[in-house]
């Protein structure tokens, strides 16, 4: 079973937009995989770690998870320095993110990547789960650029692909959202909007950097308090609407609603 299942995950089609059947089924693969105790995207982990065994990455996790609210009110975080020290000053996020990004897959984003000389931007891209997965799928032809603040997740991220030549890493300083020089066929940006001070200039810096017919695929979560900035919420609204003026909205993301909606926008062709 498992192996029909692998072969239709590898077959090349088209893909939807929103929610392609062949990440679904990549999901229910995974799943198998883990009641079968595959632990194989924990080696990767390991490796960083000189050798950190699952026990080990159990407790390191179970604290971190118990400090990070903790963390947070040890002191004022409105300025960006103090925003960049709590995520910088414990690898908790590093792996948090490594174990529930172990069963994602980004098919439904490789539609968007037929061009040979195709880019892609992963802004906010912690420890960089689609530029991991899409660089192993695609030629080395196609570039691929990860942003984030300096960070153990971000390290990673960077050890990671350290052999991709056509994979770059860009840290904004502090102070500045705006790191982008290139356009990109397609730019990712989830999990990132209600952690930042600044949502709506840096859509706007996004928009400016996508290439004509460029896909912009993003989320925004509305659950002010701690890490999701309040000042970020209040530019909520604004920043969607944004969204929908200077793009094509595909699959819009309803300011009604508060979850973490999948968003996906077109810069139109003849902007």
């Given at each position: 079973?498992?192996g ?24 229910v693969?995974?799943?198998i995989?883990?009641?079968?105790g595959?632990?194989s ?5 390991s ?10 990455f159990?407790?390191?996790?179970t604290?971190?998870?118990m ?18 020290d709590?995520?910088s ?19 439904h984003?490789l ?14 891209c ?12 695609l ?9 984030d603040i300096?960070c ?18 860009i ?8 790191p ?28 400016a ?22 000042t ?13 003026s ?6 819009p993301?309803?300011?009604k ?9 077109r810069?139109?062709l003849?902007?």
């Open positions: 079973m498992l029909r299942l692998q072969n239709f995950i590898n077959r090349e089609d088209e893909y939807s937009p929103k929610l392609s059947v062949r990440n679904s089924v990549q999901r693969y995974n799943s995989s883990d009641k079968l595959d632990r995207w924990f080696k990767e982990l490796q960083y770690y000189r050798g950190m065994g699952w026990e080990e159990w407790v390191r996790y604290l971190g998870r400090e990070q609210d903790k963390r947070w009110s040890e002191k004022e975080r409105t300025s960006e320095s103090a925003i960049r709590y995520y000053s414990t690898d908790y996020f590093l792996l948090r993110q490594v174990y529930f990004r172990r069963k994602d897959s980004f098919h984003v539609k968007y990547l037929k061009k040979k000389d195709a880019a892609l931007c992963e802004y906010g912690g420890i960089a789960p689609a530029t991991s997965w899409l660089s192993q799928r030629p080395s032809s196609v570039q691929f650029t990860g942003v300096p153990p997740t971000f390290e990673f991220a960077k050890w990671r692909n350290r052999k991709r030549k056509n994979v770059e890493f840290s904004p300083p502090l102070g500045s959202h705006y982008l020089t290139k356009n990109y066929d397609v730019i990712l940006c989830h999990d990132v909007f209600e952690h930042l001070p600044n949502p709506y200039e840096v859509a706007e810096h996004l928009i950097h996508l290439k004509a017919g460029g896909i912009l695929m993003c989320d925004f979560v509305y659950a002010p308090g701690g890490a999701n900035l309040e970020s919420a209040k530019l909520r609204e604004k920043t969607l609407k944004l969204l929908e200077e793009l094509e909205p595909v699959i993301i309803d300011p609603k508060q979850g973490a909606e999948f968003g996906l926008y810069k139109r003849t902007n």
